[in-house]
């Protein structure tokens, strides 16, 4: 409802107030005349105020229904953003679960784990404790464009991985850990011979020069005497669910 008032106690000017209910809000606006104004109109100025304020009440109206719109456009888009962004995250816990079972299941069988390897949908490398690459599956060549026998005995991980970001990792984990971790293979096992969780995100490149981000988490494997045999990395591809993160942060600036 809008309240209006002529108010000339102190100044001797029209004053409009309207209180509007809206989206749960309280708005309040105020309008005035000013001094030029009434001296120039004196004579007809009730009804021209009367007019004005009819012209006003209902533009406020129009202005605040048109806000609240707005505000129900973004929070429906907010809210579709939040959904995709949910069900990036269960298929990436699926994921998570996927490779502990994995984990698990490298402890089997030597026929076992090729079975494993070879039928995952992760890309799944395996090195030897100096880091050179002994198993790359299927999923790995599809991720990365490489073929095994390009690898296999032949690298270490470092071709499919960004020099600068393994760089500003051992900065990170020389810190966190306390101790020097040069940059190389050791920035991906220091975690991992200190028996730590050790799954971050990384920027893959593939044999094309193109990029893509992962999700990898690697583990020590060890024999029956706890010495560390190699290396095991299994990684997730993640570029969908940073699409999902980057629509939902695009619709709340809007």
């Not at 749960?24 to 004005?52: C, I, K, M, Y």
């Not at 593939?206 to 990395?233: E, M, Y």
Request: glycine fraction near 6%; hydrophobic fraction near 45%.
């Amino acid at each position: 409802d809008g309240v209006s008032a002529r108010d000339r106690a102190q100044s001797g000017r029209y004053v409009h107030r309207i209180a509007l209910e809206h989206g749960g809000q309280l708005w309040t606006l105020v309008f005035h005349s000013l001094p030029p104004f009434e001296q120039a109109n004196r004579d007809f100025l009730p009804w021209l105020v009367l007019l004005l304020l009819a012209v006003f009440d209902l533009t406020a109206l129009v202005v605040v229904a048109r806000i609240g719109n707005f505000r129900g456009r973004v929070g429906r888009e907010v809210e579709l953003r939040v959904a995709e962004i949910r069900r990036s995250e269960e298929k990436f816990q699926r994921a998570s679960r996927d490779m502990a079972a994995l984990c698990e299941g490298l402890r089997s069988s030597d026929e076992y784990q090729r079975s494993i390897i070879a039928a995952s949908g992760y890309a799944i490398i395996a090195t030897d404790p100096k880091g050179v690459i002994r198993t790359f599956n299927p999923a790995a060549e599809r991720m990365l464009g490489y073929k095994a026998e390009e690898l296999v005995g032949k690298s270490t991980p470092a071709p499919f991985h960004l020099a600068d970001e393994v760089a500003a990792r051992a900065q990170q984990f020389s810190k966190e850990l306390d101790v020097l971790v040069e940059p190389g293979f050791e920035v991906f096992v220091a975690r991992c011979r200190r028996r730590m969780p050790n799954e971050f995100e990384w920027t893959y490149v593939r044999k094309d020069g193109s990029r893509l981000p992962v999700t990898l988490s690697v583990t020590a494997l060890s024999d029956a005497s706890n010495r560390i045999t190699g290396f095991l990395g299994v990684a997730v591809d993640i570029r969908e669910f940073k699409k999902s993160e980057a629509r939902l942060l695009a619709a709340m600036r809007e």
